[in-house]
């Protein structure tokens, strides 16, 4: 009875922002994390929400990752003494092994890599990066209407 309990104050959610766009026009496969190098506005700027990742995705140069056409738009009190780039080329921060791995997916297989969601973990920001296979139009429709026949049936289910 010696330990005390220490109260969980309710925290906002780690989730910085999603790319539900990725499930509509990508069957997703494995998915990694992976760290962001970021300066220092861009951090204040994920914090405050001005985040978009709908059109990004990641390369794979010189042994590196790099995240592409994510946008960061700088706050309005940003320091006046550098001159902030919204859509730069950021590094993602991985392990060699997974490194290699996603070159051998990408290369050889012919997968792509697209950042399905961004989050806090431990007061870092993290990516979440999934190799993904592009989906054709039927693919998409046919999705779709699974997806609404399930609900159709919870629906029916409900009733009964």
Same mark, same amino acid.
Not at 106 to 135: C, D, Q
């Given at each position: 009875?010696?330990?005390?309990?220490?109260k969980?104050?309710?925290?906002?959610?780690?989730?910085?922002?999603?790319?539900?766009?990725?499930?509509h026009?990508f069957?997703?496969?494995?998915r990694f994390?992976?760290g962001?190098?970021?300066?220092?506005w861009?951090?204040?700027?994920?914090?405050?929400?001005?985040?978009q990742?709908?059109?990004?995705y990641?390369i &794979?140069?010189d042994?590196?990752a790099? !995240?592409?056409?994510a946008? @960061?738009?700088? =706050?309005p009190t $940003?320091?006046?003494?550098?001159?902030p780039?919204? &859509?730069?080329?950021?590094k993602?921060l !991985?392990?060699r092994d997974? @490194?290699?791995? =996603?070159?051998? $997916?990408?290369?050889r297989?012919?997968?792509?890599?697209?950042?399905t969601?961004m989050?806090w973990?431990?007061?870092r920001?993290?990516l979440?990066?999934?190799? $993904?296979k592009?989906?054709?139009a039927?693919?998409?429709?046919?999705?779709?209407?699974?997806?609404d026949?399930?609900?159709?049936?919870?629906?029916?289910?409900?009733?009964?």
């Amino acid at each position: 009875m010696g330990k005390k309990q220490k109260k969980k104050t309710k925290t906002p959610s780690s989730t910085i922002v999603l790319n539900k766009k990725s499930r509509h026009d990508f069957e997703l496969g494995e998915r990694f994390e992976a760290g962001l190098a970021l300066q220092g506005w861009e951090v204040k700027s994920l914090r405050a929400g001005h985040v978009q990742i709908r059109d990004s995705y990641v390369i &794979l140069k010189d042994d590196e990752a790099w !995240l592409m056409g994510a946008t @960061i738009t700088p =706050l309005p009190t $940003a320091s006046t003494h550098i001159h902030p780039d919204p &859509l730069r080329s950021r590094k993602l921060l !991985l392990h060699r092994d997974e @490194i290699n791995k =996603l070159i051998g $997916a990408v290369e050889r297989k012919g997968f792509a890599l697209i950042p399905t969601a961004m989050y806090w973990k431990k007061g870092r920001a993290k990516l979440e990066i999934a190799l $993904a296979k592009g989906k054709k139009a039927h693919d998409k429709r046919a999705t779709e209407k699974d997806r609404d026949w399930k609900r159709d049936k919870a629906r029916i289910m409900k009733k009964n």
